[in-house]
């Protein structure tokens, strides 16, 4: 297999990979805010965005 074809397949797999984690991500904000509501998934969202900045 030619250099090209392996970086093209990786390429591939790496535009893939990202695509299925957004598709995650979509899904799994859904479900949070439909366990917490609205305000719950706001006081969670803060707290969340707080503790990455350590």
Known sequence: ???????????AVQVAGRFVMAFMSIIIVKLITSYLGLEGYGKYSAIYEFLAFF
Do not use: F, P, Q
């Open 1 to 11: 297999m030619s250099t090209a074809r392996k970086v093209l397949g990786n390429t």
